[in-house]
């Protein structure tokens, strides 16, 4: 088992940044794929971002590309996600997620997910 748990969310007027974390414990492993997703009320879960673990190589939704890097830091089993340039549409619920090795962008590819941390963005 896999627990994760989001931190770094809140309240942002647009143009602002945020910057969220989500830590890894128990069994993580370096094949692991990490993921950031987003959701609203009513919505399905939405990829923002991936990473391999091991290389780091990422994949971005074309929504947040050139505005949102997604990073790790393998030390501290711990991913993050830099927002910049945050618009309204952004807010969300996010939810970091893990697999144990690569199978895809969609939210059944993954095996564990934390509970969320809020995104509000203010026009």
């Known amino acids: 088992q896999v627990q994760l748990v989001e931190s770094g969310g809140g309240l942002v007027q647009a143009g602002g940044s945020l910057r969220l974390s989500c830590g890894a414990s128990g069994r993580t492993s370096t094949s692991y794929t990490m993921a950031w997703f987003r959701q609203t009320p009513g919505k399905e879960r939405e990829f923002v971002a991936l990473?391999?673990?091991?290389?780091?190589?990422?994949y971005y939704a074309d929504s947040v590309k050139g505005r949102f890097t997604i990073s790790r830091d393998t030390t501290k089993n711990t991913m993050y996600l830099q927002m910049n340039t945050l618009k309204p549409e952004d807010t969300a619920v996010y939810h970091c997620a893990a697999s144990t090795y690569y199978r895809g962008t969609t939210s059944t590819s993954f095996d564990y997910w934390g509970r969320g941390t809020q995104v509000t963005v203010s026009s």
């Open positions: 990473i391999r673990w091991t290389g780091g190589i990422t």
